[in-house]
């Protein structure tokens, strides 16, 4: 795992040398729905559509891909949905890094499940869910997100509404029943029927920012109540997920702080040329001189021969024939 990281980080600072003098600063917004990117896809266009983002949208369809864009400066915000452990790989260390260090990310589904994300359960999206608890029944698949307090992500939402899902992830005692966990995190709604968290924030102490969202469990299927692109249909979830990729990536410090640093070295680097191409100058300058006095050294070396010669044959000739 620590060899991974490593390989990230070294391919994020490659990325950043051979990149830096075109890369456009612009915050930018990654999108990783696991092995089908249909879903990623469709919440990308969400957000161009939306207004307040102001961010350049990217998709990325492999874990790898995803863990070398937190290595990146202008990576503003990660969002990343999967279904299964295989999905997530080995993205907690560098998810879990780059929340640490100021970056935003909003995370739906099985990244807020404990058995397939691990520590981005506890530490990135801190739901410690140990339960999945899929909705059966009768009817339309969905859960009642119920308001359990006013915030940005709420603006604008109803205190209670419906979204289609195929269950939810949560803590629970062996019967399945919610269980409260502690933690430095803040529930926005709750599910009226189990009462655990199903929009939940987390704040990193270097200022990055998580949404949580384990009721949003969709799939591929389009004859299915819960596909995804029924979802994402549901102005009520437009709004939902444009509010939590607003606050995350518009409150987090990973881009403000990278592009400092960023340009920062680039006018370094900038400078350095500069420099380096006065010297560059200086020396051909004084290179021209030296050619000068060496070209001036011969003739005046030459025409001294020339005197010589001159003195010791021509004259001398000329002498003897008076």
């Known amino acids: 795992m620590e060899g991974s990281v490593a390989l990230v980080l070294v391919l994020g600072m490659m990325a950043v040398i051979v990149w830096a003098p075109t890369v456009d600063m612009r915050p930018t917004v990654f999108l990783y ?19 307040g983002i102001g961010s350049d ?16 400066p202008h990576t503003e915000c990660v969002v990343i949905y999967c279904s299964n452990a295989a999905e997530i790989g080995d993205l907690a260390e560098p998810l879990s ?6 970056g935003g990310l909003v995370g739906l589904g099985a990244v807020c499940y404990e058995p397939s994300a691990g520590q981005l359960a506890r530490r990135v999206f801190p739901v410690r869910a140990n339960v999945s608890a899929q909705q059966y029944g009768t009817g ?18 109803p205190d209670r509404f419906q979204l289609v899902s195929m269950g939810i992830y949560l803590s629970g005692d062996e019967a399945g029943n919610y269980v409260e966990v502690p933690g430095a995190y803040s529930v926005v709604y709750r599910d009226e029927a189990t009462g655990a968290p199903i929009v939940l924030t987390s704040e990193s102490d270097a200022g990055g920012r998580s949404v949580a969202l384990p009721g949003v469990w969709v799939v591929s299927n389009s004859r299915v109540d819960a596909y995804y692109g029924n979802l994402v ?11 939590s990729v607003r606050w995350a990536a518009k409150g987090s410090v990973h881009f403000s702080e990278a592009s400092r640093d960023f ?6 680097a900038n400078n ?7 010297e560059a100058q200086k020396a051909r300058e004084r290179r021209t001189v030296s050619r000068v006095l060496l070209l001036s050294g011969l003739w005046a ?19 003897a024939g008076f």
Request: with cysteine; hydrophobic share 50%; proline share 1%.
């Open 140 to 157: 339309m698949r969905a859960r009642n997100y119920t308001e359990a307090q006013d915030t940005e992500i709420s603006l604008g939402l």
């Open 33 to 51: 729905s696991g092995t089908d990117s249909g879903f990623a896809e469709m919440l990308a266009s969400v957000l161009e559509a939306a207004e």
């Open 57 to 72: 949208v990217r998709v990325v369809t492999k874990p790898d891909l995803l863990a070398l864009a937190t290595a990146l």
């Open 263 to 268: 340009e920062a070295k680039i006018e370094e």
């Open 272 to 278: 350095k040329q500069a420099r380096l191409r006065e």
């Open 233 to 243: 249909r549901d102005e009520n979830f437009i709004r939902l997920f444009t509010n």
């Open 301 to 319: 070396a030459g025409l001294l021969v020339c005197a010589v010669v001159i003195k010791k044959v021509v004259l001398v000739q000329i002498e």
């Open 97 to 102: 890094a780059f929340f640490e260090n100021g």
